[in-house]
């Protein structure tokens, strides 16, 4: 009986053989242990967060109700590493979209694209702990940048990067746009390369120069592509921790701890883990309903 | 395209150069670092034509077990690497390739694991290390690193099983083939490059990861991105020559396999999403 279906329906035969339990469940069977393991890495640590945001002490756990989160409502080493985490973000993420958009822009129709992106990626495969070294060096320690600022006219001496605000938030800056610039380039590059060729080609022979083609017509078919690529290099930024840790160590006064940085010190140097708990929870909240948003917004799920 | 000239080429050019000086010095000034005597790495005045040397790194390998901690890092890569492809190919399959209820929805939860962030779930993540008695052992890296790289493997290969079309496996069907032979031998050989790409995406942000193995590896169980944060010998102060080394161990493997998948590699960064 199936083997008359089967030229029309292929796939139902395989289905037909099983019992319906199992054609019900074999997807889920399939998904189940992704399903968990992530579960595990994520409710558990979650509902974890939770309860421990409830408790005070360090060693012996005691209930506090809601007293760790009224105490971090009214810190201002929260908030400032809230409102530095956002500061932070939007300067760093902006900076390395124009830089990346413009130089996408600049390479796609060059004959060497894939020795330029090769080039331009190379900043990327070095471990953030590593490239928060090198720039620590060469801005701190080596003091490198004020040498070279001297060498070319705009001295002042020695520069303490780590003297002010700005300056600390500068060199942060500056070392996650040096490294992080490609992640965006690269996939900028390859969405204007696989644009459809004869658009342009239309529009060239129609007498458009370049630019007006690029903003015309490249930039908006892109849009979806620029989203994906900011939404997921966005995550990365608002969660920036290794430069922190290693240059700034939130000098100076704490001006340039992000909110990560704030929950790592909290709970693993002043080891108030009820507290730091209670923020985790903030953020905890702040990831999912971001996530729900931006993800189902810019991926498409399922068969296409 | 070459009819006519283009305008301003050389401007364009300039620019281009500009910003790989910009990339490029840094890493050749990092370079040098490795290769130089400690004391003319921290001196009154930036010294850019060094002495180079490799003496110093007897003097590095007899302080700091670096070929212990590049062991470590590649147990622990490895081995989250091989977790999340047992875990993530069968799961990306059944997202491709199946009809079922809550399949977006399920599809969204494990992508939206992508966007969890590290800090939010350090101190659960220890606490429970901690009482399995896991805390520093490249056990407890490769666990979380695997955790951490699950969603975007099977999102990145989800993708390309989605581009094998059904008629290859309706015809293996017919010849009674079952759905897991059929992922075996047709499914997963089809998609391999997918495969590659997702692994090494998945080894690139394991070997980059931080803030994890900052609270879990203490001494033991160093891989070679937290290794170097304790590179620092009291009146020395940081022994950057021994960070640069470190760097570079790690940055010519990841090289090496991103030239393997160069031209996957926006379709990896992005899940998928943007192929090309």
């Known amino acids: 009986m199936a083997d008359v279906a089967l030229p029309l329906h292929p796939a139902k035969r395989t289905l037909v053989r099983r019992s319906p339990f199992m054609r019900k469940a074999f997807p889920y069977l399939l998904l189940g242990p992704a399903v968990v393991y992530l579960l595990g890495i994520t409710l558990y640590p979650g509902i974890y967060a939770v309860y421990r945001s409830l408790m005070t002490g360090k060693f012996k756990l ?5 007293q760790n989160y009224r105490e971090l409502l009214v810190d201002n080493a929260f908030w400032t590493s809230l409102s530095n985490t ?6 760093t993420l902006a900076l390395e979209f124009v830089i990346a958009l413009s130089l996408a822009a600049l390479v796609y129709r060059d004959r ?6 090769i080039l331009f990626l190379l900043p990327m495969l070095f471990m953030p702990s590593a490239v928060s070294f090198l720039w620590k060096l060469l801005f701190n320690d080596g003091r490198v940048i004020s040498d070279l600022l001297t060498r070319v006219g705009f001295g002042a001496g020695n520069i303490d990067f780590m003297g002010s605000t700005a300056l600390a938030r500068l060199v942060l800056v500056v070392t996650d746009v040096w490294q992080w610039t490609p992640f965006l380039f690269i996939i900028f590059v390859a969405a204007l390369q696989g644009m459809d060729k004869e658009v342009e080609e239309a529009a060239r022979l129609d007498g458009a120069s370049w630019r007006k083609i690029f903003f015309n ?3 908006p078919m892109m849009r979806p592509v620029i989203a994906i690529a900011l939404v997921l290099r966005g995550i990365d930024i608002l969660t920036m921790f ?10 100076p006064g704490g001006n340039t701890e992000t909110l990560s940085y704030f929950i790592y010190r909290t709970a693993f140097k002043s080891f108030e883990q009820g507290y730091a708990s209670a923020a985790s929870v903030l953020l905890l909240i702040a990831t999912i309903i971001l996530a729900q948003t931006l993800v189902r917004r810019f991926f498409k799920s399922g068969v296409e | 395209m070459a009819a006519k000239p283009e305008k301003g080429i050389w401007l364009r050019k300039l620019v281009l150069a500009i910003w790989g000086i910009l990339c490029f010095l840094p890493i050749l000034f990092f370079a040098t670092i490795a290769l130089r005597p400690r004391n003319e790495i921290i001196a009154p005045q930036p010294i850019y034509f060094p002495t180079l040397t490799i003496e110093t790194w007897a ?10 901690y590049f062991k470590n890092s590649v147990m622990a890569i490895g081995g989250s690497v091989f977790i999340c492809l047992l875990l993530g190919i069968p799961a990306a399959y059944a997202l491709a390739r199946y009809k079922f209820r809550g399949r977006e929805d399920i599809g969204f939860y494990i992508l939206s694991t992508k966007m969890m962030a590290p800090a939010a779930v350090a101190i659960p993540i220890f606490v429970l290390f901690g009482q399995f008695r896991i805390l520093d052992t490249v056990w407890a890296l490769m666990l979380v690193y695997a955790a951490m790289n699950l969603s975007i493997v099977v999102w990145i290969i989800r993708s390309y099983m989605l581009d094998i079309p059904p008629e290859i496996e309706d015809a293996a069907r017919t010849d009674g083939a079952s759905d897991l032979r059929i992922l075996w031998s047709i499914i997963i050989p089809m998609c391999l490059p997918g495969i590659v790409t997702a692994a090494v995406i998945a080894a690139i942000f394991a070997m980059n990861e931080y803030l994890f193995t900052l609270i879990i590896a203490s001494r033991n169980a160093y891989p070679l991105s937290v290794a170097l944060a304790n590179f620092s010998g009291g009146s020395d102060g940081i022994i950057y020559n021994a960070i640069a080394l470190v760097s570079f161990m790690a940055f010519f493997p990841i090289l090496l396999l991103v030239i393997l998948i160069q031209n996957h590699l926006s379709r990896g960064l992005t899940m998928g999403a943007v192929k090309g």
């Open chain 1, 86 to 91: 956002l500061i932070l973000g939007v300067i």
């Open chain 1, 242 to 251: 290794a430069s922190v840790h290693i240059i700034t160590q939130g000098t």
């Open chain 1, 62 to 66: 005691e209930y506090a109700g809601l």
């Open chain 1, 112 to 117: 060497w694209v894939k020795a330029w992106r």
């Open chain 2, 59 to 68: 003097k590095i390998l007899e302080e700091w077990p670096l070929l212990t």
């Open chain 1, 217 to 219: 017509i490249s930039l």
